[in-house]
């Protein structure tokens, strides 16, 4: 089973409510210790860019941005590690995906219901996007038509 890249995971997964991905999470795992390797945290983020004329740093504004990572032990005692950080305010949705991250990276039990989750997360991003295309070629302003008019101030 082909699961699509670990960077795309957060996003085809925040297109789900988040009580479907507790629930594929909750489902058969309660045996797991999870244990946060980082105090999960939300908050505000500053976007920072550089200016194209003068190279000078600038601030464009913030963002909300939660982060998590965590250590998971099974049943078995295998250990491994998840993280997300997502654009949202909740750092028990970061905490969620995570966990998500860790059971779909380290195939461990119920990883199929994640991926199926991020599968067709990413189909409902992708529809999002193709409408959003084609709502932006439809507002297109083509300005070299504004060329062949002229300019009404010249004598």
């Known amino acids: 089973m082909k699961i699509p890249e670990r960077s795309q995971w957060v996003r085809a997964l925040t297109a789900h409510p988040n009580e479907k991905v507790l ?7 309660k045996t797991w210790r999870v244990i946060p390797k980082a105090v999960p945290q939300s908050g505000l983020a500053i976007i920072k860019f550089q200016d194209g004329a003068f190279h000078e740093p600038f601030y464009l504004g913030e963002i909300p941005l939660a982060t998590a990572w965590v250590r998971v032990i099974t049943s078995e005692g ?25 059971i779909l990276a380290h195939r461990l039990s119920g990883w199929r219901k994640i991926a199926d989750l ?20 439809k507002t297109q302003v083509d300005f070299s038509l504004l060329d062949a008019v002229g300019d009404d101030d010249e004598v």
């Open 23 to 29: 629930a594929a999470i909750d489902s058969g795992n």
């Open 78 to 102: 295998r250990e491994v590690e998840g993280a997300a950080q997502v654009m949202a305010d909740s750092a028990a949705l970061a905490e969620t995906l995570a966990l998500c991250d860790a």
């Open 118 to 137: 991020v599968r067709s997360g990413l189909k409902m991003r992708t529809d999002q996007d193709m409408v959003r295309k084609a709502m932006l070629a």
